[in-house]
């Protein structure tokens, strides 16, 4: 397919004068957005929601299950040129996002169709009490074009056509895609699977519009149109936490919901280190250093009291680091960042730092994966050591007891997940800590790792600040599509002029809360 | 009973130094809480939090209950004090308003108790998949301690005891209140039931303090102090934004749900106008008048098409102007806004005022019911006619056409609610306004009016912006319930560390969703 690296705005390319920049892979440069792209892309975007509101859950079911058939049928391709600007191997990692991608938007189309999300409820007329009861009822309708800012560590499955489009998507939001400029030519591949579908299911073209931008000005211009009404992000503390201001001080103030990652602790309990030092030590290693460490939920710190287990677990993570070889991350500033990353951490007076001898000799876009082991006072000492360090490095942490292990667990920020190991002896003797990591973390994992989110009903992938900036939101799991949603409430309206999910024959067979009581049926 | 004017932290009057502020009623002066009173509550609501977060929901429930017991206990003297503070009758308005307050109190008994709200989602492991699925479970927990500042126009519903405390304590959060500066002596009342429910239940006594401030900085202050990880406010436009501005600009924003009015527009139908012009008319007044026009939910704006009958309407209208009497509104400054308000308006050219003819002697704190009547297009030149003016106003728009109709729906900004006076065919007829409507407010209403909100699963009290700082929040309701939680997923967690909502065998006896299905049984 012939690449442009042009802006699409409502399905077609829109030629812009504000220069290229330059990319690695099949485009060699990529045409700049302008204020009229941001501007043309929004407006095109509302007059698509006044009509793809009022499309049924099936019908946004159908496309979203269009964009996935045009997803596969990119085949190779798609898999090639995300590969040559992403660096990411093709054989499980991107196949393996692939699927998952093509997954998230059937999940979709299945929650739409079935529609039970719009959180139905029905209150019926009590005329005989005094004051009479009128008729209320009330569920979720969506807010209104929703800007997605793509993630550069997830081309397919946090970018163009990623969860926040198809949550977006599914609950009835027009979206314009930011397009990550680490890997343009994927995205424009995303966007014409993406614009396809829309024509082949008759849906408005303006209801997907995809941007490409190096300059903050667009995205913040991009988050303060007016007719943007909600803001995904993944990406950076302080892209996120950018755009969030933006967001927040617009006249009309709208949610941005920017997932910025976090150092995902793991806690190693007394019997658990005792009786599995090394395999955990195996596990952690394997977490840390997936995909070169790129991952949202790779854990940055792990934690364990001293003792000859700890010494096992050190010992066994030296071994795996010896063994470790330098990998490829995604950009060059992403690797440099990482390598900043590390050489503060190593400077810390208390820290050791652990890496492969070959590390001198790796290519300049590799990057090493490093150990690093302190103690519970130089960590509570340095706030670095609790910090994301994006990449394939990990800070062990030895504590002196369990009081320690506490500390070290209230010093840290907001985490989208938290992990323990332990036997249910230790979980049980360790209740104040989970209590703590409650208070921290979107989730908490027992005897596992982080790295590996499953797409379910009852995936919460967030947490409190700076892991995100909502802590009520998920941006993964079908619970994301409640980000783009508000309740409406319509009192005493004749059937005829209600939505269908709340007139009383519920034809479209939701679940609803009528007078108290969960059902599926009509009345 | 005496009544001290002191702040009161923690269930103990704790004496200020920074000064006193005079009121009416029975406390001449109150006490100016500091930055030491602020922080001393939000430390206690940070200990008592760690408790009362694992008190089960029945617990939570009796603590409501014990509040609602204690409140009615407070007997005539609560309605006398609260008159004497604010003006409202007794009669009616008052005694109505401790009928909600309590029954509020129960109704979020009812929802702790049942548990259901929390949103429970379990998807069991599947160990044969390609790669294995986990065991997720999510459910919904407490966000932390919560600040409310009360509203001057509910003392009781929406102020010390009211739905924003009564939902937090539900949802398992303790409350920092700061009481409206406007009724002291009543919320001094009403915290010293709290606290002697939370004594007699066996409750933390960090769980509720009270605040007295006329001061911004400490309004801020409370905002900010880290331990605070939402806030409830009901009021203007002004200070909910500074508010919203404080929490968003935290090093660890916080949600600020601020509910801040609207002028909640009512639109007549040509055939429903023709067939009850008079009626509506009535409605309408006595919506405008009803408490001196101190509602969130007061309809400000009418609009309908001209012809015969919208004269019978105006005329019916100049009539009940001409009988109505002015109301003491519920302090000087509030009166004075009022006042201040409609000067503006009648300034504007186009624009027609009415007021009965006794208005000159009405006394200081009088507010005189007023009619404005104006056209489309005076009303699209001029912002302020869509603005709030609270207090008992309304300004009628004299459209040419349909579409001059959905111009004046268009041009408003984010409402509480909007109303439709119309017959089946009106409604069917205009559609695009039904469709302008639903973007623009929380409630659509069909031959109703806005005043009286009902207090049940399916209203939504809240709105685009600016009626609310967070269009996907409710403050009245069951569903209010949900601004003070955020999901945590357990993952691969062994029963006995679940919490009781997400272990298999049910016992609480919740919704869940389990696999994909609905349902209150155990596995």
Partial sequence: MTLTGMNFIAGAPLPSQAGRFSTTGPLASVEEATLEHVQAAVSAAERAFAAYRRVPGPQRAALLEQIALEIEAL?????????????????????????????????????????????????????????????????????????????????????????????????????????????????????????????????????????????????????????????????????????????????????????????????????????????????????????????????????????????????????LVNDARPGTMLYPRIQQSFENGWRGLRAIDGVQTFQAETTGSADDSGASPTLFTTDARTFLRHDALGHEVFGPSTVVVRCASREELEQVARSLDGQLTATLHGTAADLAAHDELIAILQDKAGRLIVNGFPTGVEVCASMHHGGPYPATTDARSTSVGTAAILRFARPLAYQDFPQSSLPPELQDANAVGIWRLVDGEMSRDGF
Same sequence: chains 1, 2.
């Fill in 75 to 319: 085949g190779d391709e798609w898999l090639a040129v995300a590969h040559a600007e992403t660096a990411l191997p093709i054989a499980e990692r991107l196949t393996g996002e692939r699927a998952r991608t093509v997954g998230q938007l059937r999940l979709f189309a299945g929650v739409a169709r079935d529609g039970s999300w719009v959180d139905a409820r029905i209150d019926r007329a009590r005329p005989d009490r005094t004051p009479p009861r009128p008729d209320i009822r009330r569920m979720l309708i969506p807010l209104g074009p929703v800007a997605v800012f793509s993630a550069s560590n997830f081309p397919f499955a946090f970018s163009v056509a990623g969860g926040d489009t198809a949550s977006a998507l599914a609950a009835g939001c027009p979206v314009v895609v930011k397009a990550h400029p680490a890997h343009p030519a994927t995205s424009e591949l995303t966007a014409r699977a993406v614009i396809r579908a829309i024509e082949k299911t008759g849906m408005p073209n303006g209801l997907f519009s995809l941007l490409h931008s190096t300059r903050n000005e667009i995205a913040v211009a991009l988050v303060q149109a007016p007719g943007i009404r909600a803001v995904g992000f993944t990406g950076s503390l302080i892209a996120g936490r950018a755009l969030f201001d933006a967001g927040s001080a617009r006249a009309e103030p709208i949610p941005v919901y920017a997932e910025m990652g976090s150092v995902n602790p793991l806690f190693v309990l007394p019997d658990a280190l005792d009786a599995r030092a090394e395999v955990i030590a195996e596990g952690l290693w394997r977490s840390v250093t997936l995909g070169v460490g790129q991952f949202c939920t790779c854990p940055g710190v792990a934690a364990a009291i001293d003792g000859p287990g700890f010494d096992r677990f050190i010992a066994r993570l030296k071994q």
